[in-house]
Nanobody
Framework: QVQLVESGGGLVQAGGSLRLSCAASGRTFSNYAMGWFRQVPGKERECVAAISWNGDSTYYTNSVKGRFTISRDNAKNTVYLQMVSLKPEDTAVYYC??????????????????????WGQGTQVTVSS
């Protein structure tokens, strides 16, 4: 089992920044690809960004490219999502997720919520206009 705990959400004005953190425990963190997803009521969970086991391969959905940065620190068992130039449409509950993929680059499959076995509880991000 992998336990994931997100932190760093909150209320911010449009144009502001937040950094989300996701602390993992339970298994060898470096064996897992990590993803950040977000969800608003009535919509499917959307993959915002994903990162490979060693951080060399990443994915971003088009709407956040150039504004969000995913990174990881395997020594700290933590994955981050740095968000700048936030927009009201970024308002959502943000979840981190983990999937066992040692040695794998980020693939198309890793953009899909069903590909991930472990999930955090989510953290609310609200961007006011």
């Amino acid at each position: 089992q992998v336990q994931l705990v997100e932190s760093g959400g909150g209320l911010v004005q449009a144009g502001g920044s937040l950094r989300l953190s996701c602390a993992a425990s339970g298994r060898t963190f470096s064996n897992y690809a990590m993803g950040w997803f977000r969800q608003v009521p009535g919509k499917e969970r959307e993959c915002v960004a994903a990162i490979s086991w060693n951080g060399d391969s990443t994915y971003y959905t088009n709407s956040v490219k150039g504004r969000f940065t995913i990174s990881r620190d395997n020594a700290k068992n933590t994955v981050y999502l740095q968000m700048v130039s936030l927009k009201p449409e970024d308002t959502a509950v943000y979840y981190c997720a983990a999937d066992y993929r040692p040695g794998s680059m980020v693939t198309t499959t890793m953009r899909i919520a069903a590909a991930y076995h472990y999930w955090g509880q989510g953290t609310q991000v609200t961007v006011s206009s």
